[in-house]
């Protein structure tokens, strides 16, 4: 079983790609993450989320802050 806790104030678009990659291995069964300088969309928690597949738990504390997006 693998968990990952990750506070941070800026949490980077393309670290959230490669949680959602790593967490396409199968390993990775709880996932908690914090910032609270980053605002997170609606698509990137979701390609975490798809990309998790065997997630059992997942926790988001202070999302809040600027994010943004190439595509905006």
């Given at each position: 079983m693998?968990?990952?806790?990750?506070?941070?104030?800026?949490?980077?678009?393309?670290?959230?790609i490669s949680i959602g990659q790593y967490g396409a291995l199968g390993s990775l069964k709880h996932l908690a993450l914090a910032t609270t300088g980053t605002r997170l969309?609606?698509?990137?928690?979701q390609?975490?989320?798809?990309?998790?597949?065997a997630l059992e738990s997942f926790v988001l504390n202070d999302g809040e802050?600027?994010?943004?997006?190439?595509?905006?």
């Open positions: 693998v968990s990952l806790d990750l506070s941070t104030h800026f949490l980077d678009h393309g670290l959230l969309t609606a698509d990137t928690l390609g975490v989320l798809e990309g998790c597949v802050g600027m994010y943004h997006d190439e595509a905006s």
